[in-house]
């Protein structure tokens, strides 16, 4: 068991050297950076700016650049942003937690939906029900999420039932207790509405594949022939044969619904990390961005991680390995 | 309906829509740059069959809008002059032509040059817009059409380059195996494990942000052909894998068959099904990445219309919340997604697969 653990934990460990290697060579790419503009503001001299430059070490070569950026992040700064002239995690870690909260209930709130479903649907491969659960996510599908999440923001445009951005009203401070988590709540049901809209049609396919394959296999015909009831093979057998990819597919999910979550959020204007990363991209505030990716990248390994520990719990033949 | 029929169906909606959008410059009326500063945000042109005094006319007709100072939502419809709808134009764009009028003689030469057939249009000073105008009153159809051109391509090239790179990976990862596979396979847990999204978006922070509209576009497919190889890869070298075993291909090996050869003659054919499939399924994803990309300023750039930064318009609240047919390039892109699902899902079974 300790060995399963520690294998993933090095895996996840990889995943982040790896990506945080990458972005930084990527970086190597970028042809001029966040003080190339100020070469064409005549108040500058080119001394100046190469002084500046010097000051944030954006002289020095990649390598040297990766090394003290090593040491930023051990002390807990995650590099410096030009923009904001303030640590990189200053900025990182509020943002950080909207973005969890809003992923989190989408998940939540998206298998509970996708699970009964996809059940249902594949417990007849061919019926009607399968037939109408494969139209409705194929059209959901079909339809992109940025169309959804400007969509549902018309509705609230016109309708005035739900607040159009942000994360809380104005008067906020001066809000009760009750008060606080009411705004907060109307001012999720949009974001959370798109991002479940456009992950449930994948699960419910998922969870319709997987039951549909289950019940093909020999065990389910003998638990059948033993005379055990529908109800009772598809919620007891048929699920538990089906859970291990599902949850491996949990893992995975996370990626999709971070990208997501990323257009979504600028959309509707949810103060996360995505607003944050695109301000970032425009102002080629270089650090910032390598921070955004890092933390969803932080996000993702620990939803693995969930996930393998979940496997483990699930899954007699992991156990065994 | 058997899936060889389904995936025709599908592939002929498909080459119907591209072939739509490939003609852009025949089917639109106008082009997409010439603006109209009298009709911005002006709603769709009602086409009419019965006139004023209730007769029928087989040929559609519209009529001009009455124009005014104050913004145009609501068009006055002129009802004293109908304009018949003119098919198979040689010139319909009139309001061009009074541009060029106005701008002078020297770019008599350039109105020669661009004058074309075009489906259908209307004599001026109406104008036709099928699917209302945008803010500086440019005809949104004629945008859409051309915008698709870019969306479209932009999509397909991308995708052909992610493939081309997971094939190649892919294949050599499967093949060789060794630390050449550890290799591949370690980076595309990399990739794979990425929000691509937010891979997207940090290639993309490393790349000018100014730059012309062609450079961006190409730009733009070679960063998501770059995020994209993991997956094909992946799959390519399972089946690589499993082909390679295979006796025909030892004893071909036996017969002193090259590598390259072997690769290109007995493996890699096994390998289409997987490739087609992801076909399916990456182009949508890439077209969408597009979109979301110039939705954000990001990817191609004005005056060059895409569907993404068609959609741009609708950052400002007031025109989402008053001109519903901004939404239109959006909704246009429901069609294209639902036949390449359609193809993917038919490939997927086909291949026995049950679908995702």
């Known amino acids: 068991m300790l060995r399963y653990f520690t294998r993933r934990l090095l895996h996840g460990l990889f995943l982040v050297v790896g990506v945080s290697l990458l972005t930084f060579f990527l970086l190597q790419l970028a042809p001029g950076d966040f003080f190339a503009e100020m070469r064409l503001n005549p108040q500058m001299t080119a001394e100046s700016v190469a002084a500046v430059r010097h000051q944030y070490g954006l002289d020095r070569s ?71 659960c494969l139209g409705a996510t194929s059209s959901l599908l079909a339809i992109p999420d940025l169309l959804l999440a400007l969509g549902l923001l018309f509705l609230a445009v016109r309708t005035g039932w739900f607040p159009t951005g942000g994360m809380v009203s104005p008067g906020f401070d001066d809000l009760s207790g009750w008060g606080k988590v009411k705004d907060v709540v109307s001012h999720f049901c949009l974001p959370v509405a798109t991002l479940v809209l ?16 289950v019940l093909a296999s020999p065990f389910i015909r003998a638990a059948r022939a033993h005379g055990i009831t529908r109800r009772r093979l598809l919620a007891r057998y048929a699920l538990r044969g089906a859970a291990a990819p599902l949850i491996s597919l949990l893992g995975l999910g996370i990626t999709t619904l971070l990208s997501g979550a990323l257009l979504v959020e600028v959309v509707m204007s949810w103060p996360g990390v995505g607003p944050l990363l695109w301000e970032a991209v425009l102002a080629r505030d270089l650090y910032v961005v390598v921070g955004a990716v890092m933390c969803s990248t932080l996000f993702l390994v620990g939803g693995n991680m969930v996930a393998d520990a979940l496997l483990f719990a699930v899954d007699p033949r992991i156990r065994t390995e | 309906m058997t899936i060889r ?118 004599d001026q000073p109406a104008r036709i817009f099928l699917l209302g105008s945008d803010g500086l009153g440019r005809d949104q159809f004629s945008r859409l059409l051309h915008g698709g051109q870019v969306s479209l391509l932009a999509g397909m090239l991308a995708a052909g380059l992610a493939l081309g790179f997971g094939l190649v990976l892919g294949a050599v990862a499967g093949f060789y195996g060794g630390w050449v596979d550890e290799l591949i396979m370690r980076s595309v847990e990399l990739f794979l494990a ?163």
Not at chain 2, 57 to 67: E, G, N
Not at chain 2, 90 to 115: I, P, T, Y
Not at chain 2, 213 to 238: E, H
Not at chain 2, 304 to 327: I, K, R
């Open chain 1, 62 to 132: 990649v390598a040297t650049r990766y090394l003290l950026w090593i040491n930023s992040v051990r002390k807990g700064e995650l590099g410096f942003s030009f923009a904001y002239d303030s640590p990189v995690a200053c900025l990182l870690w509020a943002r950080a937690r909207n973005t969890l909260i809003l992923t989190l209930s989408a998940m939540l709130l998206s298998w509970l939906i996708a699970v009964p479903v996809g059940l249902g649907c594949g417990a007849r491969p061919g019926g009607w029900s399968d037939r109408l």
């Open chain 2, 194 to 356: 990425l929000p691509w999204l937010y891979l997207l978006f940090a290639v993309r922070a490393f790349l000018p942000l100014h730059l012309s509209a062609v450079q961006s576009f190409f730009l733009l497919i070679a960063v998501m052909g770059v995020v994209g190889w993991a997956r094909p890869a992946r799959l390519v070298r399972g089946v690589v894998l499993s082909a390679r075993e295979r006796d025909y291909v030892a004893a071909a090996r036996g017969f002193g068959a090259s590598d390259v050869y072997l690769l290109r003659r007995h493996v890699l054919p096994q390998a289409f099904g997987v490739v087609m499939t992801q076909a399916g399924i990456l182009i949508p994803q890439f077209i969408l990445a597009e979109v979301a990309l110039s939705y954000l300023g990001l990817g191609v750039a004005e005056p060059v219309p895409s569907l993404g930064n068609l959609l741009a318009e609708l950052q400002q609240y007031h025109v989402m919340a008053s001109y519903w047919w901004m939404f239109l390039p959006g909704a246009a892109l429901i069609p294209v997604f639902a036949s390449y699902y359609a193809l993917a899902n038919a490939l997927q079974e086909r291949a026995g697969v049950v679908p995702t």
């Open chain 1, 198 to 213: 456009g992950t449930v049609p994948v699960l419910v396919r998922h969870v319709r594949a997987g039951v549909v394959e």
């Open chain 2, 5 to 122: 029929r389904r995936i025709y169906l599908a592939l002929g909606f498909l080459g119907a829509l591209h072939a739509s959008v490939l003609l852009a410059s025949f089917f639109a009326p106008y082009d997409p740059e010439v603006q109209d500063r009298e009709l911005p945000f002006a709603p769709p042109t009602r086409l009419h069959f019965v006139d004023e005094r209730g007769r029928f006319h087989l040929r559609p007709f519209i009529y001009a809008c009455a124009s005014s100072s104050m913004p145009v939502a609501a068009c006055v419809e002129d009802l004293t002059r109908a304009f018949p709808l003119r098919f198979f134009v040689r010139e319909s764009s009139a309001v061009e032509k009074a541009n060029l009028a106005n701008q002078g003689a020297e770019l008599g030469a350039s109105e020669s040059k661009r004058r074309h057939w075009r489906l259908f249009g209307v």
